[in-house]
């Protein structure tokens, strides 16, 4: 009896080690072609590498500022982990985000004097609710069988910074820069606290909390039973009575909601105001994080750390071989074909 | 063609076919003679499909080789297995419904010309179809044909392509009982030219009805070879279940007594069409407690519309339906199952289970608010439950931890039961529920169909076994293109009167 619990053990052990090398080999081969994009434009890939690895790793600010960046690569994945469980692509983590930091700010700037045990969960709830809206939209025209949510999710990714340049250009344009297209930054009750003189800031323990919130709603409550039971089979848990359209929306919406959230950290912790731009397409890296950790939690979280690492390379490539921020585009597209190439394999290991 | 009737055509040594853990073919030798008609008998999983795959090419064995005509044949692909003549019949027809037979027809031919003269294929088509029982209309369009006319296109493009030897696989699962005897008639005709013949099936009395040699194959292996003269029912059974036997149900009898309550009513009830559905046209259809109603047709003429309908699935378009009493026609899926409507599907991984999740919470799917417990669940309430309803049936629990979709089709079958009959439903519906199931299975599954019956459940029991309607029904129903074409009393049946009215040949008597 307990040599089969050992063996048990042992199996899960070595499952573990294989995902965990799956990973790898999947970074090792994006890092490898990446590699060679970076020799054809004459830039040397083990300086950079090196680089990115003591201006990561070489120091404790380095190293803070990738717990800076996880929070809201967290919050992304999360955003698409979740509908994944039900079946559901959503591609519109970076709209939703947008959409968060726009009303979280829209909170921020409404009721400046209100203490902030009252605004920041005043904004929270703010981001919550917009990046909300944002992805419910797609959530009924999906249940509704009239729009792919693949589809409307992405398009409007592209409608979001457009609502937010309107009123930094417009209503919210601030007195003190009215050069700059951003609105007058937030009072300090409503700046999210940041630890240890870093900018490690309060959104990590929110993100941290999501992750917790997807883990056990999907694998420990009834709600989450019926959640997988649509994701895995739509046909059967229709016809066993599970109601999809409420599940369709409610689960987008969450999402979305948690998205926002991302949106809402950047805006009252790292900008301290609304601005263009606020995002690096955290969204879309989120994406990759959820769709490379199979939506494991605990994948997420090492993926987030992985993606914080990968999009701090654009900085420091920008800093210390003259390369544009958007060479780091070029990088998180190889890894998407990367794990577009394994995607047969990985079905079955779920 | 050197060697006469009699002499081997095709042979297979030692054939070995693994799928991960599963040895679907174990050294499997197996030969066909020229005009033979030889059956392919076993349970479902015995390695039958496999086994008619590779002789067509379209799987590789890992061991083993095939000899076709005293040569070693090397077949990678099916294109390779046509050049030799080889020619297979799938359980789903391979033809393209908007083209006409002749253009399906036509599609297949190695030798097509650049240029088509469809008179010359007329004339080919023409040549065999008359003398071998085959005609079909060349200009018809294919998806205004019956499944049995389909199916003889799919064995004129065969003929046509200079196929020698024909592998059908199931060809007898989607016909009724007057085209099953023309389709062995034609194997007949085919077998007096020459052909060789290998059809795969569950069915015994099919088997002694058209075969000249019956192979029976069991766990992966052969199980056994007989000639027709040497086989009955028994020593096929024995051969298929390695001595086992059926227990032979006797006709089941209800207690004419009284009047039951209705537990289902439709009245005039219509639904419209959705993209290759049935439109159902004024169904009228009433079962009462302690009744099971057989619902024959050939598939595709409303069944699965009317299960849907019945179920909530799609809405009524007129008419009115009624469960227990109360008007339904709006009620929601999750609500017409509290109201104590259970479901057993044809295809129980695709409309009952989710595969990927554990036994255990497939077994809570549908189950309702009965084992909310806060925001989890009540698993030892459920496991509880689901236990005493396993043991009800008789069935053995299935290891609860491991997904699904590891149980085999009728262990899958039998937890769809389990679950569904948990609660005591009162009205069961039950679409193909012995479809694709072995003979031990399928006779469980009727036994725990009419054992609810008896203890007062209502059951709707659609299918296309006629024998199994038969023995069943209390009432018998007769769909066709989606309206009832005739009702039948218990002991009012007759085989040829039911197929032709399933097949819309005849209208009903009055």
Known sequence: MRAAAALRALRQIAAWCLIALRYLAVIVVALAVFSLILLVVGKDPVKAYADTFAYTFGNAYGFSELLVRMSPLLLTAVAVALPSRIGLINVGGEGQLYMGAWLASAGALAFPSLPAWILLPLMAACGFAGGAVWAAVPGILRAKKLVNETITTLLLNYVAPMIISFFIFGPWRGEESSSYPQSAAFTASARLPSFFNTRIHAGLLLALAALLFYWLVVEKTRWGVQIRAIGGNPEAAERLGIPLVLYTVSVMAIAGGIAGLAGMGEVSAIQGRLRQGLSPGYGFAGFLVAWLAGTRPAGILLMAFVFAIITSVGDILQITQGLPYAVVNILMAVILFVVLGRQPGRRETR | ?510
């Open chain 2, 1 to 510: 063609m050197g060697a006469g009737v009699g002499s081997e055509l095709v042979e297979a040594r030692g054939i070995v076919k693994r799928y991960g853990n599963l040895l679907a073919n174990d050294h499997v030798d197996f030969d066909i003679r020229r005009g033979e008609i030889h059956a392919l008998l076993g349970e479902n999983g015995a390695g039958k499909s496999t086994l008619s795959k590779i002789l067509y090419g379209f799987v590789q064995p890992d061991e083993g080789q095939i000899i076709f005509e005293g040569r070693q044949a090397d077949l990678r692909s099916p294109h390779d297995a046509r050049a030799l003549g080889i020619g297979m019949v799938f359980q789903n027809f391979t033809l393209i419904p908007a083209f006409s037979v002749l253009e399906n027809i036509a599609l297949f031919l190695a030798d097509l010309p650049p240029i088509v003269r469809p008179a010359d294929i007329t004339a080919r088509i023409r040549g065999f179809s008359e003398r071998l029982g085959l005609s079909v209309d060349p200009s018809a369009l294919v998806r205004e044909l019956s499944i049995g006319e389909q199916q003889k296109v799919e064995v004129l493009k065969l003929l046509l392509a200079d196929a020698r030897f024909l592998i059908l696989d199931e060809p007898t699962r989607v016909l009724v009982p007057h085209e099953v005897e023309a389709l062995f008639s034609t194997f007949a005709a085919l077998k007096a030219e020459g052909y060789a013949i290998l059809f795969i099936t569950h069915k015994l009395q099919e088997v002694l009805a058209g075969a000249d040699r019956i192979t029976v194959m069991r766990r992966g292996r052969i199980a056994g070879t007989l000639e027709r003269q040497q086989a009955d029912e028994a020593a096929l059974v024995s051969l298929m279940f390695e001595g086992g036997s059926i227990a032979r149900e006797g006709v089941s009898r209800r207690p004419e007594s009284k009047e039951g309550a209705v537990f289902l009513e439709l009245r005039g009830a219509c639904a419209r069409a959705m993209g290759g559905e049935t439109a159902l046209r004024e169904v009228d259809l009433c079962i009462r407690e302690g009744e099971l109603i057989g619902v024959a047709g050939v598939s595709g003429n409303g069944q699965k519309e009317l299960s849907d309908l019945i179920q909530g699935l799609r809405p009524l378009s007129r008419g009115v339906k009624r469960l227990f009493g109360r008007d339904a026609s709006r009620w929601t899926i999750r609500r017409i199952r509290q109201s104590g409507v259970a479901f057993v599907p044809e295809d129980p991984l695709g409309m009952a289970a989710v595969p990927g999740m554990s036994v255990r919470e497939n077994l809570l799917l549908g189950t309702g608010k009965r084992y909310n417990s806060g925001a989890g669940i009540d698993w030892p309430g459920l496991e509880q439950d689901m236990d005493g309803s396993f043991r009800r049936l008789g069935f053995k629990m299935p290891e609860l931890a491991a997904p699904i979709r590891t149980l085999s089709g009728g262990n899958l079958q039998k937890a769809v039961i389990a679950r569904e009959l948990a609660h005591k439903p009162r009205l069961i519906v039950a679409l193909y529920p012995t479809r694709g199931l072995d003979v031990l299975g399928a006779a469980a599954v009727r036994e725990m169909l009419l054992a609810a019956r008896d203890s007062g459940s209502a059951v709707l029991l659609i299918s296309e076994d006629l024998e199994e309607l038969f023995q069943m029904s209390d009432r018998l129903l007769v769909l066709f293109a989606g309206a009832i074409a005739g009702e039948f009393k218990r002991g009012d049946y007759r085989a040829d009167e039911v197929g032709h009215l399933m097949t819309g040949s005849r209208r009903a008597r009055q």
